[in-house]
């Protein structure tokens, strides 16, 4: 772990529960003098026919995960004064993610929210949540309200 302000690691996707992850991220950096870093992956096509229609594909693939980091990040300034640091790796986000927890040794902690619906707590925490990792995680309810995370954070 780094020495310096602890580094939040939140996962943006299209889940709702990413929003509750995000919430408590920021809370808790914002009571902790620490920081937030937002990743989205730009996933990769299924579709591989054409070299010109892939490449395409994967230009949109980062334009979405852009936007939705930039969303993401406008939430973290509006909540709690911070400047996120924003990461688009590409590739599948199981992956990207832990490329990306061993690439950089400053992220302290990976907060995570559960899944609400009937197909369980959600891939990025039945991976995460079983595991043994170098970096503690937080698994969040996902259906907590603002004001829980708030008083929870």
Request: glycine share 8%; proline share 7%; charged share 20%.
């Amino acid at each position: 772990m780094s020495a310096g302000p602890r580094k939040f690691l939140v996962v943006v996707d299209k889940t709702p529960e990413h929003r509750v992850a995000l919430r408590f991220a920021t809370r808790r950096a914002q009571h902790t003098q620490g920081r937030v870093t937002l990743m989205c992956a730009a996933t990769p096509p299924d579709f591989q026919q054409w070299k010109g229609v892939e490449e395409i594909m994967r230009d949109e693939a980062h334009a979405e995960a852009e936007a939705m980091l930039h969303e993401a990040a406008r939430l973290v300034n509006e909540l709690s004064g911070i400047i996120p640091e924003l990461v688009i790796p590409y590739g599948l986000t199981t992956e990207c993610l832990a490329q990306l927890l061993k690439d950089d040794p400053a992220i302290s902690i990976l907060v995570l929210a559960s899944g609400t619906g009937k197909q369980g707590p959600g891939p990025l925490v039945s991976m995460f949540g079983a595991a043994v990792q170098s970096i503690p995680v937080t698994i969040v309810p996902g259906n907590f309200s603002d004001a829980q995370i708030d008083a929870l954070a």
